[in-house]
């Protein structure tokens, strides 16, 4: 097997793997999707080479699965990093809420509170938007989206800005 076929035979598992490794950076879902155009254009090549005989079905449906697994893997991981990341927002809220019944007004900033070393505070951010407390973090599927907390009407708003 020469060189180049054996790059053409494996490029595709390659290619899932570094997916996969790049992929489940921090907002970087994006780059998944971005991706996933040109995979359905090189199949469909794939699958008109299979109907006129000229490529194996073995092999594409091999290559196929493979793209399928490191996709729902990456989806998978960033489901996971989601909520995980809303549990620890949510443990946030409870210290900052019981900050202000026992002082009965809202901290300056998270250093304010005692944290544990379940929690940390790096990636969330507290702020004041028109001596209104917020809590704010970033989203874990799309680039800028953010998830934003306001401590008066208790909810949870999305926000792409």
Request: proline share 4%; glycine share 2%; hydrophobic share 45%.
């Amino acid at each position: 097997m020469s060189f180049d076929s054996a790059i053409r035979k494996y490029s595709p598992f390659i290619g899932c793997i570094s997916l996969v490794f790049i992929a489940h950076q921090r907002q970087a879902l994006m780059l998944a999707w971005f991706i996933l155009p040109f995979l359905v254009i090189a199949y469909f090549i794939e699958l008109v080479k299979c109907i006129s005989g000229h490529t194996q079905w073995q092999e594409i449906r091999l290559k196929l699965f493979c793209w399928i697994v490191g996709y729902a893997l990456v989806i998978g991981i960033h489901e996971y990093r989601a909520q995980q990341d809303r549990m620890q927002a949510e443990q946030v809220i409870v210290k900052i809420q019981t900050y202000k019944a026992i002082h009965h007004h809202y901290p300056r900033t998270l250093e304010e509170l005692a944290f544990s070393n379940s929690i940390s505070p790096i990636k969330i951010r507290f702020f004041f938007l028109k001596n209104r407390p917020m809590l704010s973090y970033l989203d874990s599927k799309h680039l800028y989206a953010l998830h934003i907390y306001d401590f008066e009407v208790d909810t949870w708003k999305y926000v792409i800005p």
